[in-house]
């Protein structure tokens, strides 16, 4: 049941609405301390969806909100479960979103 939520919550990660796309990534601030390594069957779904176009969004809301998200991964999952998804996004990414990226994996 949890992949089909997060299958459902990840397009609003990337809304065209950046209302939508802010309470989406706050949202998904708020469940990381909740949810932690249950997350692990959904995360490589949803990091692409939480930074793919967030860090690299000239918006400040969802920049904050896409960093805030990243940083609330790094504390409350095992590294083991980010490393492979924080690697491939830091080799495919560009900008700052990929600066970024590769700062968490150091």
């Not at 708020?30 to 779904?45: A, H």
């Not at 000239?58 to 083991?80: E, R, S």
Request: aromatic fraction near 6%; include cysteine.
């Amino acid at each position: 049941i949890l992949l089909q939520i997060f299958d459902a919550f990840k397009s609003r990660l990337n809304d065209s609405n950046s209302k939508v796309n802010q309470v989406a990534l706050e949202t998904m601030h708020k469940m990381i301390p909740l949810l932690k390594d249950n997350l692990s069957p959904v995360i490589n779904m949803l990091i692409p969806a939480m930074v793919d176009n967030n860090l690299n969004s000239k918006n400040p809301g969802i920049y904050a909100a896409a960093t805030n998200v990243i940083q609330a991964l790094c504390q409350h999952l095992d590294n083991y479960l980010l490393l492979q998804p924080f690697c491939t996004k830091a080799q495919f990414l560009n900008g700052k979103a990929k600066q970024d990226m590769t700062e968490k994996l150091a």
